[in-house]
């Protein structure tokens, strides 16, 4: 049962204008959000978080948007950049004796184009 | 100098032979997880460790054993390899006095022939 959904593998942009990346979650008791980017050969980098008690979060380039009635968060890259071209990871923690447990989507690359 | 290192990046072994990863931090957090990561697929949690003397199973525990020699060392280790064990590994970090926010490692490309 796939609890953190990221339906589009891929995402091409031009750069210079806004990149959008979804997510959908199942599980009402997740109450923390992350984003991950993930260049080949690296390990995941952390990006930005939003708590359940926002529904925004900013920083600089990058701001997650966090919908909970509809279970959706999106992450806007403006303006994107071809150093943005990466894979970006949705993760979602929360709930009773999950404390740190991230439970991961299975990912969007993201293509900037020149 | 990485926060957290993983050695060996790259390993080919044959199926049955015993592996062992290893993960170091220098971030003096005390939560240490191992996740694989197969082609298409999203990060699966393996084990992980809330304290030196606190290991737990996650998602995917069966064939993998881990040990936590001391808050900055986890190793992971595949008792006897076999080819569907064949993914990216990766190490994480958190602080359990800060947010659920985890640091990864640079990863280890495991090949079971």
């Known amino acids: 049962d796939q609890q953190v959904k990221q339906n589009s593998p891929s995402l091409s942009v031009q750069e210079g204008r806004i990149s959008i990346l979804n997510c959908d979650y199942t599980n009402s008791m997740f109450d923390y959000f992350l984003w991950y980017k993930k260049y080949p050969a690296e390990g995941p980098t952390f990006l930005i978080s939003i708590s359940s008690i926002k529904d925004k979060n900013e920083d600089g380039r990058f701001t997650v948007f966090l919908n909970k009635s509809a279970k959706h968060l999106s992450l806007h890259i403006v303006p994107s950049q071809p150093g943005d071209s990466a894979v970006y990871f949705c993760a979602a923690s929360g709930g009773t004796g999950t404390a740190s447990k991230l439970t991961f989507g299975t990912g969007t690359r993201l293509q900037v184009m020149l | 100098d990485a926060d957290v290192t993983q050695t060996p990046r790259n390993r080919i072994t044959k199926t049955g032979k015993r592996i062992m990863l290893e993960c170091s931090q220098t971030?003096?957090?005390?939560?240490m997880y191992w996740y694989r990561q197969d082609p298409g697929l999203g990060l699966q949690l393996i084990y992980y460790?809330?304290?030196?003397?606190?290991?737990n199973k996650g998602e995917i525990s069966d064939g993998y054993s881990v040990s936590r020699q001391a808050q900055a060392k986890f190793s992971l280790s595949l008792e006897s390899a076999i080819p569907n064990q064949t993914a990216l590994y990766f190490c994480?970090?958190?602080?359990?006095?800060?947010?659920?926010?985890?640091?990864f490692g640079p990863g280890t490309r495991l090949t079971v022939l």
């Open positions: 971030k003096g957090h005390d939560r």
């Open positions: 994480a970090t958190s602080d359990r006095r800060s947010t659920d926010t985890q640091y």
């Open positions: 460790s809330f304290d030196v003397k606190d290991i």
